[in-house]
């Protein structure tokens, strides 16, 4: 395929467009430095916590609305198998968004935390905090993997660019505006590429469904290219269990992901940050509208009538490159550059934050706390900026992979579904959690994860839960496993501290076996209690 030159020029000036922006930010982040009472971590992480409403909610959309959730929720609608009512991003996304703003966001910024790792490291100290990194570093790169290979698909189909090419100057653009400006940055190119992507994607609505391959859809809500089922998809009873875990993982799995809390923690006040998750909420859902659409009209296009021809797309295995497919074949070539232009937004929206998120996570919560307790400022912005690179080239070597983008996007919140959430929600609500169950909740979490296998990485199952089916030779659980694995890490959290205090203090389990010091009787005030912004503290 010949590389479509009109359109490579089109995605060369908005890079260059997203460059100055970011350039831009940069200089204003330079100077709130200057001007903020906190340091020049605290305003590379958070913005200075003076992200003003509008612009969190743009960015906090931006963040969430990526080329996993643009082609991840096309590729399903579009899907035979499943259809709508598979499609769970948009309502969940917007879910997590007003649980994030109802019952997160106070607790989260009234303490004046900089990330979400620190509630744990003031009640558990810094060796069990490190332990909980690697699960939301993990979900970070796959994060960063899936969206750069939603993107790469999407440019080797409408550019003819090879995804390689695609996903390496994609990468480098989204990693040196990050790496420069922090959270300034972040915040203002999402605007723009909130703006891009809204304004294509709704644009090329009616264009798909005024397309000649595309059958009337009041008339053909039970056709399907490759399948007789409908676009709108079934939903057996046997079936329930798979749906209700993927709905429940996207939409409380992403409730433990750093990227949320430095939104809500870049607000002025906690107030702020409930009406930036609430208002963001809406938005998210609204912007799943053109992926449905586009994934609908896909389904029940005559794909004969088009130069792409027959077998369909999913035929052929290229249900996750629906999107661009249908932007490519079923409306004008200027309206496809368009679309691959607000993809290349998502994609770079979703990745700086996913990049600000880990660099900012182990720089704070590790370097900071424990590599290198004396380290300066300006080491610390040096120790952001290469963790936001290595995360940056890990999640890119992992998108050359090319698996589904939907799979990608599930499993990037499978570890913070799994681990992180239930120990957030006892830090957070149940003062009487220790790191005795704490690390008796992560173990449990994390094996019975692993144990209830993983196609995508090559781990069969051991534990073989009621409903499980074998298709193509592939083992597939139908029963809500991440859920349960969920909820037995946050019963054992539970149980197992409320045990050792209840041991403890009746002196049932004698003081020398508290290995970890958690019951000393000189201890009069919580380590949780003691957090205080750095903006009280110099002004």
């Not at 620190?118 to 960063?144: C, E, K």
């Not at 996750?320 to 249908?326: D, N, Q, V």
């Not at 936001?388 to 890990?394: D, N, P, S």
């Not at 004698?510 to 110099?538: A, H, Y």
Request: charged content about 10%.
């Amino acid at each position: 395929m010949a590389v479509n030159v009109p359109g490579l020029v089109v995605v060369v000036i908005f890079y260059v467009g997203i460059l100055f922006i970011g350039i831009w930010a940069s200089r204003k982040s330079k100077k709130a430095e200057k001007s903020c009472a906190g340091t020049k971590s605290e305003v590379t992480i958070v913005g200075g916590r003076n992200i003003s409403v509008l612009v969190g909610v743009f960015t906090t959309t931006a963040t969430w609305v990526g080329g996993g959730y643009i082609l991840g929720t096309a590729e399903v609608v579009y899907s035979p198998k499943q259809g709508l009512i598979w499609a769970v991003g948009p309502p969940a996304f917007a879910l997590n968004l007003i649980l994030g703003g109802l019952f997160f966001a106070k607790p989260m910024r009234s303490k004046c935390y900089l990330t979400m790792l620190d509630p744990f490291q003031h009640r558990y100290g810094n060796m069990f905090t490190a332990t909980l990194l690697l699960p939301a570093l993990v979900s970070d790169i796959l994060w960063v993997a899936c969206i750069l290979a939603a993107l790469g698909g999407t440019m080797s189909v409408i550019l003819g660019l090879s995804s390689a090419i695609s996903i390496s100057i994609s990468a480098a653009v989204s990693i040196f505006y990050t790496f420069i400006g922090g959270l300034y940055s972040v915040a203002y190119t999402d605007v723009i590429q909130l703006f891009f992507m809204f304004s294509s994607l709704f644009i090329c609505v009616p264009f798909l469904i005024l397309s000649p391959a595309v059958t009337d859809i009041s008339q053909a809500a039970h056709v399907n290219q490759s399948n007789v089922n409908s676009w709108l998809g079934t939903l057996e009873l046997a079936d329930a269990g798979k749906w209700a875990d993927e709905m429940l993982l996207l939409a409380l799995g992403s409730l433990a992901y750093q990227a949320l809390y430095q939104r809500i923690l870049s607000a002025s006040s906690s107030a702020q940050a409930q009406i930036t998750c609430l208002a963001a909420a809406g938005v998210v859902f609204i912007m799943g509208i053109p992926s449905i659409v586009i994934g609908a009209m896909a389904s029940i296009a005559d794909w004969n009538q088009t130069a792409y021809g027959l077998p369909p797309p999913f035929e052929r295995g290229e249900a996750g490159k629906i999107l661009p497919l249908a932007l490519q074949y079923l409306t004008p070539s200027w309206l496809s550059v368009l679309g691959i232009g607000s993809v290349a937004a998502a994609v770079m929206s979703s990745m700086d934050s996913a990049l600000l998120s880990s660099a900012s996570m182990f720089t704070q919560n590790i370097y900071k706390t424990t590599l290198r307790k004396q380290a300066s400022e300006r080491e610390l912005q040096w120790v952001i900026r290469v963790a936001i690179l290595l995360v940056g080239l890990a999640g890119m070597g992992l998108a050359f992979k090319g698996e589904s983008v939907f799979a990608l996007w599930l499993l990037s919140t499978e570890l913070l579904y799994c681990i992180i959430l239930p120990q957030l929600i006892c830090v957070l609500f149940f003062g009487s959690s220790n790191i005795y169950g704490a690390i008796c909740g992560y173990i449990v979490g994390l094996l019975l994860r692993l144990l209830s296998g993983e196609s995508i990485l090559g781990i069969p199952p051991v534990i073989l839960f009621p409903g499980w089916r074998e298709e193509d030779g592939v083992i597939t659980q139908y029963f809500p496993y991440r859920t349960a694995a969920m909820l037995c890490s946050l019963i054992c959290i539970i149980t197992v501290s409320k045990m050792v205090e209840v041991g403890f203090h009746q002196r049932l389990i004698p003081q020398s076996w508290d290995l970890l010091g958690v019951f000393k009787e000189n201890i009069e005030v919580p380590r949780e209690e003691e957090p205080v912004c750095m903006t009280q503290l110099l002004s």
